[in-house]
């Protein structure tokens, strides 16, 4: 699992955190990849919480956010 904390807007976050995702599972021939989103404004739970499905060099990322 990768962590990022939210800076320039949430799809910027989430590239960069797909790419290094990505090439720490290869690097540790991982099973499952998980990206962990920190959201650290004062945005209400309920707007900040989310998971999703993404696909980065054909390899499945769950994308968490909080």
């Known amino acids: ?3 990022r904390i939210l800076h320039k807007g949430l799809a910027q ?3 960069l955190g797909l790419e290094q995702t990505y090439a720490y599972q ?3 021939a991982a099973d ?3 990206l962990l989103i920190f959201d ?3 945005r209400d ?3 900040k919480v ?3 499905s993404e696909r980065f060099q054909g390899v499945g990322i769950e994308v968490w956010g909080m």
């Open 1 to 3: 699992m990768r962590s």
């Open 13 to 15: 976050t989430i590239a």
């Open 26 to 28: 290869d690097r540790c």
């Open 32 to 34: 499952e990849a998980h």
């Open 40 to 42: 650290r404004s004062g």
């Open 45 to 47: 739970w309920s707007e």
């Open 50 to 52: 989310f998971r999703r």
